[in-house]
């Protein structure tokens, strides 16, 4: 067959399949060999001593794993820790078997292991990857990494960058803190809070730019558990995606942006600052705040005297929108616990426990009455069912509710984003919202507050689609 017959019969059966053009993908997967293991980060400037971490394959943080939206991935995983693991893929609507969560979609990887990871994305998006055993030690020690679906005619930018935004506590010899690790103190108030903030595994890391240059810019909080803010100066970024689904540019609000942890947000900056000027991005609390990373302008070349006039609307994903929101199944999730809050017994392991045996057994969190996770699912549906999830954060403290393997519409109020689709959403104390989705991908999958500490000390459940 000449080769022009061929691409003809080829796109006609494309057409009789009724694919999308990139729903075919690439006939070869993409494999990327990734390993857990020890490792050092200079996570302080060169003299300090370089901080003993645990990391994917020798970087901090792990590395940027890339690959185009249909095609499959598989990512041959070896445990080089002296702990179980497992990799989460966070925000990725794959399979259920490769979900990641030990106990419920695979066993914990053993010391020495290694596990097969196979999945094709079905969104083009900013999304990461972390641990899902012990996180609250091992995303503390570092295990994270981003992953990036391209679309497949990606947006005109200049710059395509990643900012890994951690979190980390270190003690004065530059170490990771450990008797922190595990204290029951910081689990049932903010989490485990740290004392270094990184971009990129970096204290307050600086980036080139040119005058006229147009970057986007793909926020990650892999934090345990603090929600970052984030102030651009002399620019004004438009976001164009959070959790790695698209929606319609919009300006963010005073240049500011709040990010929970597991949250993500696309941006677009377009320098129009002039060459030989920075601009600073800081993280702020109140009035205080503190250089989070700076883009510095080259002080000669002008790469453009006005903004690029393509278009910067990313194409939707293959998400299921048609929510019937009549017709969904309504299921209650009143978050319960912590410090200072009204808990007096929750259920743990199907016994009732007073406060302080709850204490005991490190459980201070509760859904629905319910420490940690329950041998039954909170609820169960039909696949294509649509569900509406009313959270009542019913306690003292914010929590970041996290959804595997789909993501949600907030039928609230959404600050400034309204129409945003995400898969991690942060409910402020005695906030209540209405988490909205089609339960559209089959198996086991966990609810639960991606702030890690409040994770492992009881808030998580899960559903079923059957
Ligand atoms: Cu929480």
Redo the contacts with the bound molecule.
Sequence with gaps: MKRRDFLLSAAAGMAMLGLPPWARGSEHPAVFQLEAREGTANLLPVPAPATPVWQYNRQTPGPVIRIRQGDELQIPFRNGLSQPTSVHWHGLRITNDMDGVPGMTQSAIAPGEEFLYRFRPPDAGTFWYHTHNRSWEQMARGLHGTLIVEEPEPILVDQDMVWVIDDWLIDEAGKIEESSLGNLHDWAHAGRLGNLLTVNGRLRPEYRVRSGERIRLRLINVANSRTMSLRFNGVTPLVIAVDGQPLAPVELPRRELLLASGQRMDLIVDMGMDPGTRSVVEFFAGDQSLTAASLVVDSKQVLRESPLAAPIRLADNPLNRKLDIPGARAVDLRLEGGAMGRQREAQFNGRTLTTRELIEEKKIWALNGTAGLPKAPLFSVKRGQSVVLKMANDNS?P??MHIHGHHFRNLDNDTGLAGAWRDTLLLEAGEQARMAFVADNPGKWLIH?H?IE?QAGG?VTWFEVV
Excluded: F, N
Aim: net charge neutral; proline share 0%; glycine share 0%.
């Design positions: 403290w929590h970041a507050c702030m409040h808030m």
